[in-house]
């Protein structure tokens, strides 16, 4: 477990803020880590910026954490419609599954409410069930979060979440896109395992 890892983000951006901090220890601990991003979500990029601009920002937030541009995946499903896209979401996870082989994954929380994030998890689940999976926390997004595991984190790993986070500068006045919230957050999930920092997540599956 924990040496070929692959991210499941619905739209860019999604990835970093669900697991950031765990990415950059990850990569600090050398793992192999993939990030899929299943939509760049060209339509919801505000209108005094390009279009690509999100494309062009993951990229430089996966640089920012450390993850190799060669591991970047960028998927074109339509923002909002991936329920409609059910099938050819999963055919493409399948896809993945062969090519990259994760021994474990991070998706969108069960408890996830967007419909792009639900259709990400719940067809994750069915292409990778024999896996072990984690659901990140997105709290703008979670109607209710089971904090049921925890990844310890240093201060300079939830600095390197927010340097990656702060390159999508098309989506910076987002409230949940803030310092203070991220670092609060972490600091948060610290807390309740008696620690600095943390990253929460809900055990989908555990496969030892």
């Keep these: ?4 890892i692959l991210i499941m983000a619905p739209h860019t951006d999604d990835g970093e803020f669900g697991c950031g901090g765990s990415i950059a220890r ?25 279009s690509d601009s999100l494309v062009k920002e993951v990229k ?3 640089n920012v954490i450390g993850i ?3 591991n970047l995946i960028i998927l074109d499903f339509e923002v909002r419609k991936f329920p409609e896209q059910r099938q050819e979401i999963l055919d493409m996870m399948l896809k993945l599954k062969e090519e990259i082989k994760p021994d474990t994954i991070f998706l969108p929380s069960p408890n ?19 896996t072990t999976m984690f659901g990140y926390e997105l709290p703008w997004n979670n109607l209710t979060f089971n904090t049921e595991a925890f990844v ?7 600095d390197k ?20 919230f991220i670092k609060g ?24």
């Design 1 to 4: 477990m924990f040496e070929r």
């Design 26 to 50: 990850f990569i600090e601990e050398e793992k192999t880590i993939f990030y899929a991003a299943f939509s760049s979500a060209e339509v919801s990029v505000p209108p005094e910026f390009p």
């Design 60 to 62: 430089r937030a996966i």
């Design 68 to 70: 190799k541009e060669e």
């Design 112 to 130: 996830d409410t967007h419909q792009d994030h639900r259709t990400v998890y719940e067809e994750g689940f069915r292409a990778f069930k024999d």
């Design 152 to 158: 310890l984190l240093r201060e300079e790993h939830i």
């Design 161 to 180: 979440k927010i340097a990656a986070i702060s390159e999508y500068t098309s989506q910076k006045d987002r409230l949940y896109s803030k310092p203070d």
């Design 185 to 208: 957050l972490a600091k948060t999930r610290g807390v309740q395992i008696g620690t600095n920092f943390a990253e929460a997540f809900e055990v989908v599956r555990w496969v030892l």
